[in-house]
């Protein structure tokens, strides 16, 4: 059990990557840690370590005058990001594979797989059947990531998960209709299924590709997303700290 110090110290950075995901802070915006505290009802001294670990992540920059203000990013930075899960993800997988996955570990991934499917094959998926895919996908990767056994690897997904847009949650749709949206979900389900397939009958080139190729549809989410941005904001708030340039 964590100490108590140690436990708020993870709460409040959990809760400030979340506001900063979530678009809570413009480009420029001063991050001040009074104010910080009492929004988030804590101590100074976690806000001040949770704001150091962000700014080691990138999400935010240290001022010249003292403190920190929140950054913005180009929507170059993010795809490449999100490239750079794609690779780490599919290196992970040729290694379950190339490892031999254990026989809970199968039966983990197709429990995931049967339950994803319950949320993306119908007609059109509504906001429960997102939320559903948001939580089970994020779990899905963590199985093939954890499966690994490269605790190199976790670490730096962790890093990269903290980028916006670049965790497996970017995969939501960005596209312009309901129905379209559900089939890019059908589209990633069905990736997934592959990519199973593949751990299963040993192909661990195959298994790699596959969780490079994965990332795409994340990464023409943010493409469309920023040439959509009142569009893209009901969904993605965050999507604000992003800008075409560069």
Avoid: W
Wanted: glycine share 8%; with cysteine.
């Amino acid at each position: 059990m964590k100490p108590i110090a140690e436990s708020q110290q993870s709460r409040v950075l959990i809760q400030l990557r979340d506001l900063i995901l979530k678009g809570a802070f413009a480009p420029g915006e001063r991050l001040a840690e009074i104010p910080l505290a009492e929004r988030l009802e804590a101590s100074r001294t976690p806000v001040r370590l949770a704001l150091t670990t962000l700014e080691y992540e990138g999400l935010i920059e240290a001022m010249s005058s003292g403190g920190y203000r929140m950054r913005g990013f180009t929507a170059t930075e993010v795809s490449h990001a999100i490239q750079t899960r794609g690779v780490l993800e599919g290196y992970a997988a040729r290694l379950l594979t190339e490892n031999g996955p254990t026989k809970q570990l199968l039966r983990q991934l197709h429990e995931c797989l049967e339950q994803i499917d319950e949320a993306v094959n119908k007609p059109q998926m509504n906001f429960d059947d997102y939320a559903a895919y948001v939580e089970l996908n994020a779990r899905f990767h963590e199985l093939i990531l954890e499966g690994s056994g490269n605790r190199t690897l976790q670490r730096m997904m962790d890093m990269l998960n903290g980028q916006p847009f670049a965790a497996p949650s970017a995969m939501l749709p960005m596209q312009s209709s309901h129905e379209e949206g559900t089939r890019a979900m059908q589209m990633a389900q069905l990736q997934h299924h592959a990519l199973v397939q593949a751990i299963e009958r040993g192909q661990g080139a195959r298994a790699q590709a596959l969780g490079e190729e994965h990332v795409e549809i994340a990464r023409m989410n943010v493409e469309y997303a920023t040439s959509n941005p009142e569009l893209a904001a009901e969904v993605m708030p965050g999507i604000r700290l992003v800008t075409r340039a560069g």
